[in-house]
């Protein structure tokens, strides 16, 4: 499966923003899906993670109550909703897939469990 990150920008401290990933080659449905960061000159962090069938979502702590993971399989896409947004969220964000079949994900922040990555979407929040 190949992913395609998209609708990173500039934006102000407290703004909003929606990244997309759309998936081609297979059937998302079959996939959990996560969304990583990677700031500059630090190491790439786990964002979110969303179960195959919606059931489960997973956050990292920093970004619980702002941001939203959710998909579309009708469309194969999936998506992150990221609100309130703050300096520090500053970073590029990839997507990521992983065959599993399991409506409760194991180790969701496992970077290394997911095979497919998409190429990154760029997000700077001014202060």
């Known amino acids: 499966v190949q992913l395609q990150a998209s609708g990173g920008g500039l934006v102000q401290a407290g703004g909003s923003l929606r990244l997309s990933c759309v998936a081609s080659?297979?059937?998302?449905?079959?996939?959990?899906m996560a969304w990583f960061r990677q700031a500059p000159g630090k190491e790439r962090e786990f964002v979110a993670a969303?179960?195959?069938?919606?059931?489960?979502?997973y956050y990292a702590d920093s970004v619980k109550g702002r941001f939203t993971i959710s998909r579309d399989n009708t469309k194969n896409t999936g998506y992150i909703q990221m609100n309130s947004l703050k300096p520090e969220d500053t970073a590029v964000y990839s997507c990521?897939?992983?065959?599993?079949?399991?409506?409760?994900?194991?180790?969701?922040?496992?970077?290394?469990?997911?095979?497919?990555w998409g190429q990154g979407t760029l997000v700077t929040v001014s202060s």
């Open positions: 969303k179960a195959r069938s919606g059931a489960r979502t």
């Open positions: 990521a897939a992983r065959l599993d079949s399991d409506l409760v994900l194991s180790s969701p922040d496992a970077e290394r469990s997911y095979n497919y």
């Open positions: 080659g297979r059937a998302l449905s079959g996939y959990a």
